[in-house]
């Protein structure tokens, strides 16, 4: 079976290298400005071949290149994790003044957040004009929150009051949230000592 990147799986991967350096790039110069690193971590990823096989499917989309590449936009995925949510947006700014860099959707699912509870601001972004990504900037809370989700909405044979489960799960989202809120607040009382 053909690869349903094409030619494109080098292109692909250099194109998320240059996605990482610049985020580098900006991590590093925010880190000089404050003294303090605004990243936790960043992961960056090419969807597995299966993966979006699978996606293609699911969307009722043929398993091609042009649906893998230009219909569907996360072949590259990028996920930024940051301390706090002023550095989100901050973040967000740089990456869409970058000249190679078109910011073609922005999701604001921690002003609007899920109804399940998930907080994130995603970008789907076009690099230099050719591929499309996902870059997804949350913070640790929001971070961890996703995570256990994911762990628990992949469990096998869930039990008991679902809409109960579903509940708890807003409200721990919406506690990590108010907590996000007061830790940015914190901080901004330290800057101005």
């Excluded at 993966?51 to 230009?70: F, V």
Aim: net charge negative; proline share 2%; charged share 30%.
């Amino acid at each position: 079976m053909d690869s349903i990147y094409g030619e494109h799986a080098a292109q692909l991967e250099a194109t998320l290298e240059k996605l990482l350096a610049e985020i580098d790039a900006i991590r590093a110069d925010m880190s000089a400005a404050t003294g303090m690193d605004p990243v936790e971590h960043t992961l960056g990823r090419i969807k597995t071949e299966e993966s979006m096989r699978e996606k293609c499917r699911r969307q009722g989309l043929p398993e091609t290149e042009a649906s893998a590449l230009e219909t569907i936009h996360d072949a590259i995925g990028v996920r930024v994790v940051c301390a706090f949510l002023d550095d989100v947006y901050e973040i967000r700014d740089r990456l869409a003044a970058l000249p190679f860099l078109e910011v073609v959707e922005e999701k604001n699912y921690i002003r609007h957040a899920k109804p399940n509870g998930y907080r994130s601001l995603h970008l789907i972004v076009r690099v230099d004009g050719r591929y499309f990504a996902e870059i997804q900037l949350r913070t640790i809370s929001m971070d961890t929150w996703a995570a256990l989700e994911h762990h628990l909405k992949y469990k096998k044979d869930v039990r008991g009051n679902l809409n109960l489960i579903t509940g708890e799960l807003k409200r721990c989202a919406d506690e990590l949230a108010s907590t996000d809120a007061s830790m940015q607040t914190i901080r901004d009382m330290i800057r101005t000592m």
